[in-house]
């Protein structure tokens, strides 16, 4: 028999101390993954929203590139803007070429597209609600 002033060794006092620390484990998970959930979430906005930057700014280079080639129509370059947002899943874009006829004598063409955030996020957007993706580029014919 253990007395009150007689130190708890063994299996008895590692049982004890673990049984003890179960309760401060629950309480730091309990402050520690909200803080990681967000940090994730997040970032996996932030890299959705990068992601749709650098496809956009591809998307209207390609677009004005298939335009301004002898042969190049408005149509094509639409086609081609969509083909490159429908890789990385982007929808919902508007897609303006200028001129909508393109002509000979065309001297350049301008290419414009804006993709919602909100319509092309994977998780509710918190930080970027409300905003858009738009790019413009114009570029001179060839051939001119």
Known sequence: MRTATQPIDGKAGRRLGRHLRSGATMVEFAFVVPIV?????????????????????????EAARSA????????????????LLAIVGVG???????????????????VRISV???????????????????????LRREGM
């Open 37 to 61: 959930f967000i940090l994730f979430f997040a970032s996996v906005e932030f890299s959705r929203v990068a992601m749709i930057r650098h496809t956009v700014d591809n998307a209207v280079y």
């Open 92 to 110: 919902r874009s508007s897609i303006d070429v200028i001129p909508s006829r393109i002509l000979r004598s065309t001297p350049e063409v301008t």
């Open 116 to 138: 919602p955030i909100d319509a092309n996020s994977y998780v509710p957007s918190q930080y970027f609600g409300g905003r858009s993706v738009t790019r413009e580029l114009t």
């Open 68 to 83: 301004i080639i002898p042969g190049g129509t408005a149509g094509g370059a639409q086609t081609e803007a969509r083909r």
